[in-house]
């Protein structure tokens, strides 16, 4: 059905390669529009061939796209005609010099509509051309339709929770319309005979006193969180500031990205760039945690390319678990601080594996157990000055320790596995894992056997922390199991008196008094009263 004899433009957004892939997004959405109204689709490049004047300012252009590339692009995806306004004012988009170039081309070729993929630039600009047009204005609609005859834009409203249909005034002949460029993918089609065009603009007006003095790139990390992996989002519910830090935690430990839905942006606890959706970033990670979300469209706008979705809510009528493929119902101050320290265990145990492996099998030799411990401290970030920092150590200690120097002591490996978090057996390859596992076994058969052991902790031969009654009889030293052995030790007098000798170091505790200890120093107890001595004995061992 003929609508209009007059064309769709769409106005080409070459700052960024991204901006600019947006801006043919723009041009495929309309075009099932163009075709079904039997107008053509126009691609307006604003630009300069000529960027030298700001180049001298020292100002970086490298990141936007050429008007020939861009030109050569919009015809390859289906415009019927580039018109190119090529004038040395125009090398950054500005609005108001926009905005006047815009105006003249319209009052003199009046198109049906003009199109501007959506982002803060565009919407100022195209709300500044309605104003100054006397056109018709569609903000941020996500599809655009013909209802008899008439353009409708399919718009998000009342935050989210529907879409409202808006259309034009029978007076308005030209609209400006925001269109957000996700839900299309691209489709190379060339547009029989189509041209590029040069349109002089009569005179770009400057207003007084403007220069440009800089000009802030694309940062990496706004790149970095549109091809991640794997991106955590935090929301609203995080609550504030620190509640957010949460999800930075988890992403840190997941090596992945953080983004926010807009309140975390507007409230500050997370830079702009962060944020996803209608307005902000498209991310297609293979895994998105969504925290404190609620999942308003203009936000899920922004992740329905995500393969696997996680969300996290408090409510279990949350919108969001209608997108998500796993919903965890909770508070996220609570889950976040478990899924961050599974997480981390997992992450590091996998490391440590993943060198084992790499030295044992691959005869990639990584320089054994001192690589092994650098590449740990160095996954979490750490300097070696950290590491000794929390592991009661001098960095000239962890330095001997990663180059191979020396064999640090179990009392080391045991505060190391507590500052990462993990499992002290993360430390041992393979084989080491699985003789400590018989000898831990071994030697907790051997204590319950013994009289004088009564295991508080059954069934936890290949445990960690077992807990034993030790009973010495009046005046006797307590026949061991092990004088020596690694992990620690702690013994509580319950009963009578002890002579507890550690090292070279002698001891007397009384009822109700304790000692901890590296128990691979070599102990020995004896009870000093004439009745039995009893003590509650805790081991922690590798
Ligand atoms: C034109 C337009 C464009 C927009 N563009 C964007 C955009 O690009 N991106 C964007 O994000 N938004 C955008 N918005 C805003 C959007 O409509 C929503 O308001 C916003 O996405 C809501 O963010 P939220 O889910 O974090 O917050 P809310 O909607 O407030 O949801 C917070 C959620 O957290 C849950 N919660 C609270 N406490 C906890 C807790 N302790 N543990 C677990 N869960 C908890 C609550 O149950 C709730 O579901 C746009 C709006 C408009 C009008």
């Known amino acids: ?16 390669p991204r901006l600019w892939l947006e801006s043919l997004k723009v041009m495929t959405k309309a075009a099932p529009l163009a075709r079904e109204a039997e107008t053509p689709l126009h691609m307006i490049l604003l630009g300069s061939s000529d960027p030298s004047p700001f180049e001298q300012n020292a100002i970086d252009l490298s990141s936007c796209v050429s008007m020939e590339d861009a030109a050569r692009e919009a015809l390859d995806h289906g415009a019927h005609a580039v018109l190119r306004v090529d004038h040395k004012a125009l090398t950054v988009p500005h609005t108001q010099v926009y905005a006047g170039v815009l105006e003249e081309l319209v009052s003199r070729r009046r198109p049906w509509l003009v199109l501007f993929p959506l982002n803060d630039f565009n919407r100022e600009l195209a709300a500044f051309c ?158 998105l945690f969504s925290i404190g979300t609620s999942g308003a469209v203009q936000y899920t706008a922004g992740i329905t390319e995500a393969r696997t979705i996680v969300a996290v809510n408090r409510d279990a009528n949350a919108p969001i678990f209608e997108l998500a493929d796993v919903g965890m119902v909770g508070d996220a101050s609570v889950l976040l601080p478990l899924l961050t320290k599974k997480v981390k265990q997992v992450v590091m145990r996998r490391l440590a594996d993943a ?37 009661g150590q001098t960095p000239d200690f962890i330095s001997q320790v ?42 907790f058969q051997q204590r319950t056997r013994n009289y004088s052991y009564t295991t508080l902790t059954p069934d936890a031969e ?16 307590h026949k061991p199991v092990a004088y020596k052995h690694e992990g620690e030790e702690f013994i509580f007098v319950l ?48």
Request: overall charge negative; glycine content about 10%; hydrophobic content about 40%.
């Open 1 to 16: 059905m003929k609508t209009t004899e007059k064309a769709i433009w769409i106005v080409g957004d070459m700052r960024s």
């Open 130 to 287: 309605a104003q100054t047009c006397r056109a018709g204005m569609i903000a941020d609609c996500s599809e655009l339709v013909l209802e008899d005859g008439r353009i409708a834009g399919r718009c998000p409203a009342w935050g989210g929770r529907i879409l409202a249909n808006i259309t034009l005034a029978d007076e308005w002949t030209t609209a400006f319309v925001t269109v957000q460029p996700q839900g299309v993918k691209l489709a190379p089609e060339r547009a029989p005979e189509g041209r590029i065009e040069n349109a002089e603009p009569e005179q770009v007006k400057i207003p007084e006193g403007m220069a440009l003095t800089h000009r802030a790139m694309e940062s990496p990390d706004t790149r970095r969180l549109e091809e991640a992996r794997i991106v955590v989002v935090g929301g609203a519910g995080m609550g504030d500031m620190r509640g957010f830090s949460l999800v930075r935690d988890l992403a840190a430990s997941l090596g992945g990205e953080v983004g926010a839905t807009r309140p975390p942006v507007l409230y500050h606890w997370v830079e702009e760039n962060r944020m996803i959706g209608q307005t902000g970033k498209t991310v297609r990670p293979e895994l």
């Open 355 to 391: 060198v084992t492996f790499l030295d044992k099998d691959e005869g990639l030799h990584t320089g054994g157990f001192g690589a092994l411990v650098r590449r740990l401290r160095e996954a979490r970030n750490w300097t070696a000055e950290e590491l000794a920092r929390k592991t």
């Open 402 to 443: 990663e180059t191979d120097q020396m064999s640090p002591p179990v009392g080391f490996i045991i505060n190391m596995a507590r500052a990462m978090e993990v499992d002290p057996g993360t430390f041992l390859n393979k084989e080491e894992r699985s003789t400590i596992r018989d000898l831990r076994v071994q030697a």
């Open 462 to 477: 290949n445990s960690h922390l077992r807990a034993f009654m030790v009973t010495i009889d009046p005046h006797q030293a």
């Open 495 to 542: 009963g009578g008196e002890l002579e507890f000798t550690l090292g070279s170091r002698t001891h007397v505790l009384k009822e109700e008094e304790s000692i901890h200890f590296n128990s691979d120093i070599p102990h020995k107890l004896k009870s000093l009263s004439g009745e039995p001595t009893r003590c509650l004995v805790v081991l922690y061992t590798i």
